[in-house]
């Protein structure tokens, strides 16, 4: 074992030879450090046993199902195509293995390993945390803190900074898995500008490809598409395509050629490219460990930015596989032997499961192999990496093409390090409450582990929506850094515009007031990730006390917002516990209506027309009129709504949203400051960005008396 310790104290344990994942980014230096661990290594896999005391809280697990505190569940970090996101589910698309034990003392512990881990935080005995870890060769960090804030701000800065969109990444995107051709898409473009509804662009899903194939756009539902790009791009909208692992394995398509020629694919056993079946049928899967092959695949995304493409999502990357070829024959082989057998229901059941398990397969991960320095690694050693590693290529690849401009690229699958090269939405959820439940708990859990472009798919991807659903998800996504309303194909449409009348003006409504707020979600986003701090917390992470430590249907947004959405049906409010006094804001009523709402626990009245959030005390949000897209976005007149009890800050951040001449100190800081004198106010703004013109300011006092301002 070897042992270092990083400028900020925290501690790194190396056991064996581990494979370097790239996850830490920050230098350690080697030091003599007593180990902390129990380990047990036993037949090649280490245990660990954690004790937990009755009022240890758990965060972090980024990605996953369950609660902000994740006590009394099981994990697993396996990255796994996983389309039922149900309550008995351990695993999901991400292996983020960065945790919080918080309590008497706290602490968080990164486990950086690359294979599968399971984790039984106090499930079948409440305590202990378990911890299982697939291998014996790993790192890990052990971070404390005087909190759980301090703690996971310290882990983000070892992880390093986390990946920075463009700014209209910060726009509404609508997509959907099935806009068949170009006439839908512009159908759907159109929609949006008639029922004047902002839109910054549509997400491309496999419907662009020839055949699924990668870098591809069908000749005959998408001609002419670099004149279309452009054409949508004249109006400020962008397209976003989708790109799969799996490239297709067919003679005379040029990725599959050159990846022969090239030697870019995985290998099976015997040597030759892995086959497994995907959406184009066979496949073979690049070798995104090699770094030659990371190259030569970023580098074909110039066949789509060429055509004026600036944003990407990278899909079924955990790798996802329908089925092998011979797991198949198998399946099929033994349906044909029971043919005119009279089974029993267990030779039934194994019958039908033996079709019903064919994809995602543990064993077909032991199948494949990747080339490490030299050596030959089976996927299944290095399998939380694949997803990460196809986004760097891409990151690598676009930063290439793109020169100084930023891009837009988020993956579905993925683990810690990948955060610096995109974001991640939170893969197929379904039109259910409780997805909408879960999209709010997740949100802190992912900026615990380094991601902060996220969101989830608004409505819901499969099943139907209906319009109360997508309203009210909707506000909640208004908060998230990507927004975008994504649905399965089979399900019933979910454009804001498909539904009644009401739930048009409603989301559109919802739609424009994010607009309004994206300086302020830009400069809270920018902001967190430059400065290491989280954007979304649990509330626990400020306040302290019992009822701030179960509430986890609320979250904290930067130091100046809590956001309480309503994610059940038929309900008119929903009661709200407020740690402290705060300003309630129905940002949508005509007067934009203000409440001061006392410490203690309120029922809200929170209706389908409105966007409800919560200021803190001494605080300031900045918003602009609504525009059609970020281009237009206009700063001349900022408003401010200020809650000031004594004195109120903000530092509003912005910069030119496109390149990243921000890294060299060339953004603008507009500090505001709010101090309460006598029976006026006194205000201080230092402002260097030259798009603001006037300020508007409405204060409103601790006994909700409203003040006009105008600078
Ligand atoms: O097997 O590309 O999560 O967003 O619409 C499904 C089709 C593949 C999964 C993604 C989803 C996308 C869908 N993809």
New binding site residues.
Partial sequence: MKTYEFKNGTKAFRYGHPIETGAIVQSKIEKELKEELDILFEKGHAKISIKLLPNDMVYGFGGNLGGINRRGRLYESYCT?E?LHIEDKTKLYSAHNFFIISGKETKGYFIDFPSRIKYDVGYYNENYFNIEIYGEDFYIYIIEGKDAKEVSEKFLEIIGRSYIPPKWAFGYFQSR?GYKDREEVRKVYENFRKNDIPLEGIFL??DYMENFKDFTISEERFSGFEDFVEDLKKDGLYLVP?I?AGVKAEEGYHVYEEGIAGDHFCKNEAGDPYEAVV?PGKVHFPDFMKEDTQLWFGSKYKILTDCGIEGFWN??NEP?IFYEQKALDEAIQYAHEQKDENLDVFSYFKLKDNFINLANKDSYYKNFYHEIDGKTVSNDEVHNLYGYYMTKSANLGLSKLLKNKRFLLIS?ASSIGMHRYGGI?T??NSSWWFHLEQNIKILPSLNMCGFFYIGG?TGG?GGNCNGELLTRWLQLSIFTPLLRN?S??GSNNQEPYVFSKEVLKNTRNLIKARYSLIPYIYSEYMKAVNNYTLMFKPLSFEFKGTLVEEVEDQLLLGDQLMLAPVYRSNQRGRYVYFPEDMLEVSFLDRDMATTVRKKGIHYVEYGLEDLKFFIRKNSIIPYVKPSKNVKELDLTDLQLLAYVDDEAFYKLYDDDGKSYDFIEGKSYLTNIKIAKKAEDYKINIDNNNPYIKNINIKIIDSNNNINHKEI
């Fill in positions: 195509d389309p898995w899903d496999l989708i799969d959406w899909d079924m996802a579905r939405w893969g197929d798919d991807f994504h399965a194909i």
